[in-house]
């Protein structure tokens, strides 16, 4: 089995999932990327910029609440709100090989110029153009002209050359200041410049083991939203694929369920945390809500255009027969195995994990609750069996298998 794809899709990706948290602010990894770049190419840097790019799409991945990331957005945030997200982006990427370089730039990318050489290692000049380029994009106000703030934003930053920034790097700012077209670019809705990055070195090839990585630190960001699922995405990943494998798939499309587990709830980055940890019910406003998670599960991964199973099984998994699911109402004759399973593990795996207002069920309790949606059409008989027949080998024992790759 053969599979491959390229770091930077995944990387821009996991942008646009971390800034759904922004509250209608979209595009900060990326503008962030499109500054910094401007800034390291007229620094005329021999480096390749590559590990500047990445680390500055995924920059934010240790901020974990709508709360922290607004305050983020604030010019002077709180020093230790800043610190602790770093802390946590550099722990996160640790765990993915083809990220783990990024450590430091990440660590560092709210380190004051004057606290650089206190520190125990060296901060990369990556981490101190994207400390720059982080605060000029949060300056930037949505609904005003952005050539009307320029003259603002340049004053702003200016105030803290040789204390915040470095100097080196706020004079070739300055320089790119002066362009009409630098900021036209930054706020040009009709032509999104900040998204077409491109050049040789940033075509980083990933393979089947770099993609489980990134997939697996994108279901942490998640599952660490909520203290109630610290291991969701996890579980749902092992149960789809036992299940895929019992069902008869081959290699590849059990991957591929692994890979949909991983990812499936990567739109919830988008539902508030008071309603992702209510203790009762929702309200129909609060459900609304939640039902757009699996729409922004299928904008985000289609982004990568190579993973269409992928996308169709991470975004159909509150899909029903009977076409009363969402978010798309698709019906039986539109959802394939992979689809099915998917629900079927969905819904498995919650019933069996412990909530704030319930513990989890017990395997009678789960098959009677799942042959009952059976009976009214909603998810497949089929799989069902399966997972009956196998139920603790797949739920109790899954979640230690290991992955396919």
């Known amino acids: 089995m053969l599979f491959t794809s390229n770091l930077r899709d995944f990387a821009e990706m996991l942008s646009c999932a971390v800034d759904l948290m922004e509250r209608g602010t979209y595009h900060h990894g990326q503008k962030v990327a499109y500054i910094a770049l401007h800034i390291f190419e007229h620094m005329e840097i021999s480096e390749d910029p590559a590990d500047l790019v990445i680390a500055s799409y995924i920059h934010d991945i240790g901020i974990s609440s709508f709360e922290d990331k607004e305050k983020a957005r604030e010019f002077f945030a709180s020093s230790e709100l800043l610190r602790e997200h770093c802390l946590d982006g550099a722990y996160l990427v640790e765990s993915v090989d083809i990220l783990k370089d990024l450590k430091y730039i990440i660590l560092h990318h709210h380190t004051r110029y004057t606290d650089i050489d206190k520190q125990a290692e060296e901060v990369p000049l990556e981490a101190q153009i994207?400390?720059?380029?982080?605060?000029?994009?949060?300056?930037?106000?949505?609904?005003?002209?952005?050539?009307?703030?320029?003259?603002?934003?340049?004053?702003?930053?200016?105030?803290?050359?040789?204390?915040?920034?470095?100097?080196?790097?706020?004079?070739?700012?300055?320089?790119?200041?002066?362009?009409?077209?630098?900021?036209?670019?930054?706020?040009n809705e009709y032509q999104h410049k900040y998204e077409h990055i491109d050049f040789p070195g940033l075509n980083i090839k990933m393979n089947m083991k770099d993609?489980?990585?990134?997939?697996?630190?994108?279901?942490?960001?998640?599952?660490?939203?909520?203290?109630?699922?610290?291991?969701?995405?996890?579980?749902?990943?092992?149960?789809?694929?036992?299940?895929?494998?019992?069902?008869?798939?081959?290699?590849?499309?059990?991957?591929?369920?692994?890979?949909?587990?991983?990812?499936?709830?990567?739109?919830?980055?988008?539902?508030?945390?008071?309603?992702?940890?209510?203790?009762?019910?929702?309200?129909?406003?609060?459900?609304?809500?939640?039902?757009?998670?699996?729409?922004?599960?299928?904008?985000?991964?289609?982004?990568?255009?190579?993973?269409?199973?992928?996308?169709?099984?991470?975004?159909?998994?509150?899909?029903?027969?009977?076409?009363?699911?969402?978010?798309?109402?698709?019906?039986?004759?539109?959802?394939?195995?992979?689809?099915?399973?998917?629900?079927?593990?969905?819904?498995?795996?919650?019933?069996?994990?412990?909530?704030?207002y319930r513990a989890g069920f017990g395997k009678q309790e789960v098959m009677s609750m799942l042959r009952e949606q059976v009976n009214n059409n909603l998810i497949d008989g089929d799989v069902v069996r399966v997972l009956g027949n196998h139920f603790d080998e797949i739920i109790y024992s899954a979640a230690e298998n290991k992955s396919v790759v």
């Open 130 to 187: 994207i400390n720059l380029a982080d605060r000029v994009e949060v300056l930037i106000k949505p609904d005003k002209h952005i050539l009307e703030q320029v003259d603002n934003i340049v004053d702003t930053v200016l105030r803290y050359r040789g204390t915040l920034f470095n100097p080196d790097i706020m004079d070739a700012f300055l320089a790119l200041s002066a362009k009409e077209s630098f900021w036209l670019d930054i706020s």
């Open 211 to 356: 993609i489980h990585q990134f997939s697996y630190l994108c279901a942490k960001i998640v599952d660490r939203k909520s203290p109630y699922t610290a291991r969701h995405s996890q579980r749902i990943a092992a149960i789809a694929s036992a299940l895929g494998r019992l069902c008869g798939m081959d290699e590849q499309d059990v991957f591929f369920l692994e890979l949909a587990g991983l990812l499936h709830d990567i739109g919830k980055l988008s539902v508030p945390e008071h309603i992702l940890t209510k203790k009762g019910r929702l309200s129909d406003a609060e459900y609304r809500v939640m039902k757009q998670h699996t729409y922004y599960t299928y904008c985000l991964i289609d982004r990568l255009k190579i993973m269409n199973k992928v996308r169709d099984w991470a975004s159909f998994h509150h899909e029903r027969l009977d076409g009363s699911g969402y978010p798309f109402h698709l019906k039986g004759n539109q959802l394939d195995l992979g689809a099915r399973i998917m629900a079927v593990a969905d819904i498995a795996g919650a019933l069996t994990e412990d909530r704030p």
